[in-house]
T-cell receptor, first 113, second 111 residues
């Protein structure tokens, strides 16, 4: 039982490049989330999904897109990376009953130069 | 104003000490409250829920004061393994988009 996994773990991008972060969970959770964590800012929700085929904007969605084609996967895309997107990105999942108990992946450290 | 505010610390305490963290929240309609723990360069994990009547889990005690809108976490007999950042989390409403995370309080337990 791997829980929540994320790939890649580290990535360096140049400004304007694109990339996709992959999140996978094996707990059969309906809800999945993408957060970014920056020093002094706490975790901020980028996008989330309440089920396969559905996504919604969180607190800081600009510059990101997401897709949830399969229940177990949640993809985060950066179409044109900017230095302001340098951050640690965490994916999480939860059941519908206990949304407060979110299970996080190990994070992706992204640097945009 | 931030939804959740915490003293970032760091709190440096000797092994065996008792340490307490507070956290304040801005929305009086907030429904439930939690503490998450995040080790250095790791992901956050749920530590415990915070109930209105207060609750204890081993050496950890969580308290809620709705009138003053603050939450506390008390750690007794600190261990080296307690060194981590403790995130105060507020659940504003039901549904998926409902958790607000504080910036965290960093604790270092010194031998």
């Amino acid at each position: 039982n791997a829980g929540v996994t994320q790939t890649p773990k580290f990535r360096v991008l140049k400004t304007g490049q694109s990339m996709t972060l992959l999140c996978a969970q094996d707990m059969n959770h309906e809800y999945m989330y993408w957060y970014r964590q920056d020093p002094g800012m706490g975790l901020r929700l980028i996008h989330y999904s309440v089920g396969e085929g559905t996504t919604a904007k969180g607190e800081v969605p600009d510059g990101y897109n997401v897709s949830r084609l399969k229940k177990q996967n949640f993809l985060l895309g950066l179409e044109s990376a900017a230095p302001s997107q340098t951050s640690v990105y965490f994916c999480a999942s939860s059941s519908t009953r206990t949304t407060y108990e979110q299970y996080f992946g190990p994070g992706t450290r992204l640097t945009v130069t | 104003r931030k939804e959740v505010e915490q003293d970032p610390g760091p709190f440096n305490v000797p092994e065996g000490a008792t340490v307490a963290f507070n956290c304040t929240y801005s929305n009086s309609a907030s429904q439930s409250f939690f503490w998450y723990r995040q080790d250095c360069r790791k992901e956050p994990k749920l530590l415990m829920s915070v109930y209105s009547s207060g609750n204890e889990d081993g050496r950890f005690t969580a308290q809620l004061n709705r009138a003053s809108q603050y939450i506390s976490l008390l750690i007794r007999d600190s261990k080296l393994s307690d060194s981590a950042t403790y995130l105060c989390v507020v659940n504003k409403e039901t549904g998926a988009n409902n958790l607000f995370f504080g910036t965290g309080t960093r604790l270092t337990v010194i031998p």
